[in-house]
Antibody, heavy 116, light 107 residues
């Protein structure tokens, strides 16, 4: 059984850094890939990237220059940092887990608005 | 990136109907396609993986087919709890990409 819970500020200023944390409740943290997916009304679902227990990461090239995903296995905590945000980064951000190709587990999602 | 195009964008049907909608990939993705169901205010939920395999616990009225660039999602005998938006997602190549979704409504 896997449970994911996102947390973090719901409002970020333009040009600032979006930082989110996800608590990963599972005994199988080394089995899966963990990452983030965001959803905007206009663009739909957008894969941000993932990280494996081994440290292997993969990011969406459209965000690669601005995004960092990290995994603290001792705390069972997944993190997302997205720098230089604009209004286009306003979205519901989902913490996600599964095999590298599939999202089997989703958090409830957290809305982040970029606005001054 | 591989572009995924879903049609129609919305579909109205009656309870008990058989409904079908499609997903088209911009490149050959073999059978590397998943389908998700998303109800309002909730996270998506995996329904079908590898084009035609039903995830454990998903009702058998759901099915998927296709390979290459053309895929189909079918619900036999639509139920009220099936009202949702459905998304396809390819995993032939990174980045993983999703279709724009098909919104299913009750007629």
């Amino acid at each position: 059984q896997v449970q994911l819970q996102e947390s973090g500020p719901g409002l970020v200023k333009p040009s600032g850094t979006l930082s989110l944390t996800c608590s990963v409740s599972t005994d199988s943290i080394s089995t899966y890939y963990w990452g983030w997916v965001r959803q905007t009304p206009g663009k739909g679902l957008d894969w941000i990237g993932y990280i494996h227990y081994s440290g292997n990461t993969n990011y969406n090239p459209s965000l690669r220059s601005r995004v960092t995903i990290s995994l603290d296995t001792s705390k069972k905590e997944l993190s997302l940092k997205l720098t230089s945000v604009t209004a286009a980064d306003t979205a519901v951000y989902y913490c996600a887990g599964g095999f590298y190709n599939t999202v089997d587990y989703w958090g409830q999602g957290t809305l982040v608005t970029v606005s001054s | 990136d591989i572009q995924m195009t879903q049609s129609p964008s919305s579909l109205s049907a009656s309870i008990g109907d058989r409904v079908t909608f499609t997903c088209q990939a911009s490149h050959d993705i073999n059978k590397y396609l998943n389908w998700y169901q998303q109800k309002p205010g909730k996270a998506p939920k995996l329904v079908i993986y590898e084009a035609s395999h039903l995830k454990t616990g998903v009702p058998s009225r759901f099915s998927g087919s296709g390979s290459g660039t053309h895929f189909t999602f079918t619900i036999d005998s639509l139920q009220p709890e099936d009202i949702a938006k459905y998304y396809c997602q390819q995993y032939e190549n990174l980045p993983l990409t999703f279709g724009g979704g098909t919104k299913l409504e009750i007629k």
